[in-house]
């Protein structure tokens, strides 16, 4: 069974540092990458970026470039998103979820999101 | 504002069929796949549709997505009470060079 788990939530202060984590299992890590995706209530859902546990090359929303940071270690099925500073608007849920990709599929690229975490919760909050 | 257009609410009575919309453009809805998500209150998201109209096993076969030109659709048949969520499309955009989701639609049931 594919299971993506999350870590737990977190309070923090504007400024500090942050990583959450993503640990999979019942699959082969670097078979799939990995994404992120924010929700909040005013803007619903948002992709933050992907990464590559093969080799941990990230791919980043536009909107989210330069915000955050995407890790991975495949020696522990694990993908990671940090933050150096956090701000309050980065409160949100945020999800990892496993992406199924086919860039080249007849009906264009096909990309979507097989398993999901169970969110982790981030407020920043002064 | 999302590059997916979705309404904000939809609604229905137990049983009836109902239908979402996704409107977007020549460089996500029109070239690419749409697939379709689940918000339950206070579960994370579980995918229904991929590739425009494909449902994993398990997905219950009364959803069924259908994409024409740059607008998809998910449709509920027989709907239930337990079907009350949030839904949202999503689609690569070659301009964005990204992934997009529309801005979601509350399914009401009465």
């Known amino acids: 069974e594919v299971k993506l788990v999350q870590s737990g939530a977190e309070v923090k202060k504007p400024g500090e540092s942050l990583q959450i984590s993503c640990r999979a299992s019942?699959?082969?890590?670097?078979?799939?990458?990995i994404a992120w995706v924010r929700q909040t209530p005013g803007k619903g859902l948002e992709w933050v970026g992907f990464?590559?546990?093969?080799?941990?090359?990230?791919k980043y929303s536009p909107s989210f470039q330069g915000q955050v940071t995407l890790a991975a270690d495949r020696s522990i099925s694990t993908a990671y998103l940090q933050w150096s500073s956090l701000r309050a608007s980065d409160t949100a849920m945020y999800y990892c979820?496993?992406?199924?990709?086919?860039?080249?599929?007849?009906?264009?690229?096909?990309?979507?999101?097989?398993?999901w975490g169970q969110g982790t919760q981030v407020t920043v909050s002064s | 504002q999302s590059m997916l257009t979705q309404p904000p609410s939809v609604s229905g009575t137990p049983g009836q069929r109902v239908s979402i919309s996704c409107s977007g453009s020549t460089s996500n809805i029109g070239s690419n796949a749409v697939a379709w998500y689940q918000l339950l209150p206070g579960t994370a998201p579980k995918l229904l549709i991929h590739t425009n109209n494909q449902r994993p096993s398990g997905v219950p076969d009364r959803f069924s997505g259908s994409k024409s030109g740059t607008s998809a659709s998910l449709a509920v048949s027989g709907l239930q009470s337990g079907e009350e969520a949030d839904y949202y499309c999503a689609a690569w955009d070659d301009s964005l060079n990204g992934l997009v989701f529309g801005g979601g639609t509350k399914l009401t049931v009465l």
């Open positions: 990464i590559s546990p093969a080799d941990s090359s990230p």
């Open positions: 019942g699959y082969t890590f670097i078979s799939y990458w």
């Open positions: 979820a496993r992406l199924h990709s086919n860039p080249w599929s007849e009906f264009g690229v096909v990309n979507y999101f097989d398993s």
